[in-house]
């Protein structure tokens, strides 16, 4: 265990100087910034491109795009750069498969209107996040939402939720997969529709 | 274009990996860096799996704290540390129970664990709280818990007609309305009563000798003797200063919070407006980490914090 920190002391010299702390910057901006926005983000695609199985590579290119301008200087707001990132993506996409996008074209004139400023009572923005991660939770698969619980709420290990589930320690590992996978596509559903 | 769903089905794996293997080496980190390096799509996923894993955590905490607080719906649920009808207080480090270790479990008992430097809070649902140092084992049932590797403290809420009984290295501590550390190695545990008075039972069933601890005693049981010495309290307080690694909040205002981080931080946080210092939250930190707290007030509340003549000032 001692030698723990000497070592990732060490993997830090190996970077610029100043790298890490820019990166933790960007981590910090992203995580605190950028993420708790995605459910509006997803809303706004969903809302403007019609083929589902595209939405996750748009947030992907909408991220990537964001991070890249967040290297040279972390914008701040971050909402209305988002959806301006968001909406450039989506008139790229419109062009590359030379759809004319009629209904496209009034949301994106009213993307201020669509996402408007979280209000002053953000408590209760977390309350519901935490009944929306309840009912995330409680759509899960049966042997997924048993595995995850077993881990995140009761704490047991690997080893023991293997026990306890008569599976093996990798079946307990794709099922914790898996159910991590629901969740983070189920992060950006309104109000736990499915 | 790199497919955006399975960058994230590799970055969850990464996480589940990282957060649920026995053991995470040098080696695993190195792939782990290399993967992150190798795209910004990777990092950006990896970010955002392990913010959701997070997450998922902070749901556990409300839960595990629910059930408890609900059979006793105007008791305000608090920080361990200032409830006052505590009974009795015990810690221990443990070899592993070996006797205990066959045992299946019962449907109203439960493993909890702990991973090297993690801290853990548990409350049990008769107003009993275990603090779990790093890289602890135990399960707890009714007015039982076998420790069955690492140390743990406890602070039992006493009830004389169900002493609670720790079992630990095949000994038995019997709480007898009492404040108490025990700590065994293999073949050996160490009782220090901090207060009140509690009984060591050697063998698990007390068959064997027993010992009655005052303040200030430490009981050493053996397989076949306890011999008992004196400890001062600021030695015994050193040895717990461990507890103070975690800080649990189930629906806590803010104000209090800030209260509690403040008891075991240099720089103090100061919250004057009311109305933010009522906002309640939920969830475990450590407590010497007042980052996580001032992140949590930006995050989920949208508050504003800033350094002023060496304090933190949080406000809307």
Redesign the interface.
């Known amino acids: 265990?001692v030698d723990?920190p000497e070592?990732s002391r060490e993997?830090d010299d190996l970077r610029p100087p100043g790298a890490a702390t820019v990166m933790d910057d960007l981590?910090?901006w992203?995580?605190?910034e950028v993420?708790?926005l995605e459910q509006a983000l997803m809303q706004f695609l969903q809302s403007n491109w019609r083929r589902a199985e595209d939405i996750?590579?748009m947030?992907?290119?909408i991220?990537?795009r964001l991070?890249?301008a967040a290297k040279r200087e972390i914008p701040h707001p971050t909402r209305p750069f988002l959806f301006t990132v968001a909406r450039n993506i989506l008139i790229d996409r419109y062009r590359r498969e030379r759809i004319i996008p009629i209904e496209g074209v009034a949301d994106l004139e009213s993307i201020a209107v669509a996402t408007p400023e979280?209000g002053?009572d953000?408590?209760a923005i977390?309350r519901d996040?935490?009944r929306h991660?309840?009912s995330a939770?409680d759509r899960l698969p049966p042997r997924c939402r048993e595995a995850?619980v077993l881990?995140?709420?009761?704490?047991?290990?690997?080893?023991?939720i293997a026990q306890?589930m008569g599976i093996s320690e990798k079946t307990?590992?794709r099922h914790?997969?898996d159910a991590?996978?629901l969740?983070?596509d189920m992060?950006h559903q309104e109000g736990g529709a499915a | 274009m790199i497919d955006a769903k399975a960058v994230q089905a590799r970055a969850v794996e990464w996480i589940v990996q990282r957060q649920t293997a026995e053991s995470w080496s040098e080696e695993d980190q190195a792939s782990l860096d290399a993967w992150l390096a190798e795209s910004n799509e990777h990092l950006l996923a990896y970010w955002r799996a392990e913010d959701g894993w997070k997450r998922t955590e902070l749901l556990g905490a409300l839960r595990s704290f629910r059930p408890q607080t609900r059979q006793n719906p105007d008791r305000t649920p608090m920080v361990w540390a200032r409830r006052a009808a505590v009974a009795a207080i015990v810690a221990i480090t443990g070899a592993v129970a070996a006797n205990y270790l066959g045992e299946t479990p019962q449907p109203s008992e439960f493993t909890y664990s702990t991973v090297v430097g993690e801290h853990k809070t548990l409350a049990l649902a008769d107003g009993s709280q275990i603090e779990m140092n790093t890289d602890t084992v135990l399960r707890a049932s009714k007015r039982k818990v076998v420790l069955m590797k690492g140390e743990a403290y406890f602070q039992i809420k006493h009830d004389a007609a169900h002493p609670f009984m720790v079992y630990a290295s095949g000994h038995r501590i019997v709480d007898l309305g009492t404040k108490f550390v025990v700590k065994s190695a293999p073949n050996r545990v160490e009782v220090a009563l901090v207060e009140g008075a509690a009984r060591v039972d050697s063998g698990s069933n007390g068959s064997g000798h027993s010992a009655l601890l005052k303040p200030g005693d430490v009981a050493i049981a053996t397989a076949n003797s306890i011999s008992v010495t004196k400890k001062t309290a600021p030695a015994l307080a050193k040895e717990l200063a461990w507890r103070h690694g975690n800080l649990v909040f189930d629906n806590t205002a803010l104000g209090d919070v800030a209260a509690e981080f403040n008891r075991y931080n240099r720089q103090k946080i100061v919250i004057s407006d009311p109305k933010v210092a009522r906002l309640t939250i939920v969830g475990t930190f450590p407590a010497n980490d007042e980052e996580a707290i001032i992140n949590t007030a930006r995050e989920v509340f949208g508050l504003q914090a800033r350094q002023e003549n060496g304090r933190i000032v949080i406000s809307r």
């Open positions: 265990m723990t070592t993997r981590k910090a992203f995580v605190s993420l708790p996750a590579d947030r992907q290119d991220y990537l991070f890249e979280p002053p953000r408590r977390a996040e935490l991660l309840q939770l995850i881990r995140q709420v009761e704490g047991l290990t690997r080893k023991e306890r307990v590992n914790l997969c991590m996978n969740l983070l992060q």
